[in-house]
């Protein structure tokens, strides 16, 4: 009887093995729960729960580090995503040390879970893992290459950012097979990016990945590269800001940027150290041309649009019928800042949803504005103007294809709170 007044409240802070197995014989769900999480729990009970208890017991078993690696390994098959998710983020976070057991066994059946996490149908479950081992060099070879070609931006992006065990022969062969944009930014913002692939980049003349390229300061870019960025860069305003931050840029170069970047930029390059007296003269003269013309006065696109979008809301007229048109012409900075304001995000946050090119995250960022699919599924083709093969249609004609955990996840990764 005193045994079993302990265990109806809280587990003692050392547990014996009769304390611990009477709570299984008990069947009370929460000593199941506390047990599954604790850290002194006997490696078969573990597993007894792991293959017995309810969902919300089998979650703890997943999360709890004490758990032995046949458990793991059985949990990985798991028919609850949270169970597997849960189990995702502890064999990212604890591989190295998994691996490092002297014992043969839990080495090969952590690599089992690995690689059934790692191909696992839920993309949050990959995603995950991804997130947790993009920087180890002890994950296998083959589980890092699949993560990296995932379709899933969020699953291959935080690899092909970070993993040190991707050759450049590696990234050629995934970049030049990649649907998805973000690859290339992805790659361009690896740290030490050799001449190679920085050529390869530029080639592309992806606006997102080449921006990426030129803000990583660690990027190696060859004379003959850069200078074709800047045959390029003058009708392309997001290479500006960039490209006159880049500190291997040869005096040739810096006269030619000085040429077309704005007010602001030409300042900055006024005053950069190492310039000879020529290229000093030329910036400077360029500087007051560009204040003589009052082109820092001329309002962008982007204040423009916002001052439309307030207004329209002030008069109480952004709505849906506001936003399809303005999405069926085509009017992107304006669908940009109306999504803002619906939503109460920073326009910055938006622009990077709209820079990803995912058509799930897209969808889930009309569904918290509160606009229907169709709007979504319009944002696709008409403002994205996504590939075929890579568009998100409506279910059944009208409804959100995605369950709104996925779409607040999908959103999360851009920085939107869950709730």
């Known amino acids: 009887m005193g045994l079993w007044k302990r265990l109806m409240g809280k587990l003692p802070d050392e547990l014996s093995y009769e304390e611990a197995r009477a709570v299984l014989e008990s069947s009370k769900r929460s000593g199941e729960e506390e047990l599954a999480s604790r850290a002194d729990a006997e490696p078969e009970m573990l597993y007894y729960l792991a293959e017995r208890g309810a969902p919300k017991v089998r ?128 790659v361009a913002r690896r740290r030490g990016v050799s001449e190679k692939i920085s050529e390869a980049i530029v ?24 200078d074709r960025v800047i045959e390029n860069a003058e009708q392309i305003v997001a290479w500006h800001g960039p490209l006159t931050k880049r500190s291997d840029l040869s005096l040739r170069a810096l006269r030619r940027i000085a040429g077309f970047v704005g007010t602001a930029l030409l300042r900055d390059l006024t005053e950069r150290h190492g310039l000879d007296a020529e290229t000093e003269k030329v910036i400077k003269r360029a500087l007051r041309e560009r204040l003589d013309s009052d082109d820092e006065a001329a309002e962008s696109k982007e204040d423009k649009a916002r001052k439309e979008v307030m207004a329209a809301k002030a008069k109480g007229t952004l709505n849906e019928s506001y936003v399809e048109e303005a999405v069926e012409a085509g009017r992107r900075d304006v669908v940009i800042e109306a999504l803002a304001v619906l939503t109460e995000a920073e326009r910055p946050m938006i622009e990077k949803i709209f820079s990803a090119r995912s058509a799930k995250a897209v969808t889930a960022l009309v569904w918290k504005a509160g606009l229907p699919m169709r709007i979504a599924f319009k944002t696709q083709t008409m403002v994205l103007k996504l590939p075929h093969d890579e568009l998100l249609p409506a279910r059944a004609g009208v409804s959100f294809p995605l369950g709104e955990d996925e779409m607040r996840w999908h959103l999360s990764y851009f920085g939107f709170e869950k709730g």
Do not use: W
Not at 145 to 165: G, H, N, W
């Open 59 to 186: 979650r703890k078993v997943a999360a709890n580090p004490a758990t032995p690696a046949e458990a793991n390994r059985f949990l990985a098959d798991d028919a609850d995503d949270d169970v597997r998710a849960e189990l995702a983020g502890k064999i990212g976070r604890l591989l190295p040390d998994f691996l490092n057991s002297e014992r043969d066994r839990v080495c090969t059946l952590t690599l089992e879970t690995l690689r059934k996490i790692a191909a696992d149908q839920l993309v949050r479950v990959r995603s995950i893992l991804a997130n947790e081992i993009k920087s180890f060099e002890c994950v296998p070879k083959d589980v890092v290459l699949a993560l990296a070609r995932d379709v899933e931006q969020t699953v291959s992006v935080p690899i092909l950012e970070y993993s040190p065990l991707l050759s450049d022969a590696d990234l050629s062969e995934i970049m030049s097979s990649a649907r998805a944009q973000s690859a290339l930014a992805a």
């Open 203 to 226: 080639a592309s003349l992806d606006v997102e990945a080449v921006s990426a390229l030129l803000s990583n300061p660690s990027a190696h870019i060859r004379e003959s590269t850069m």
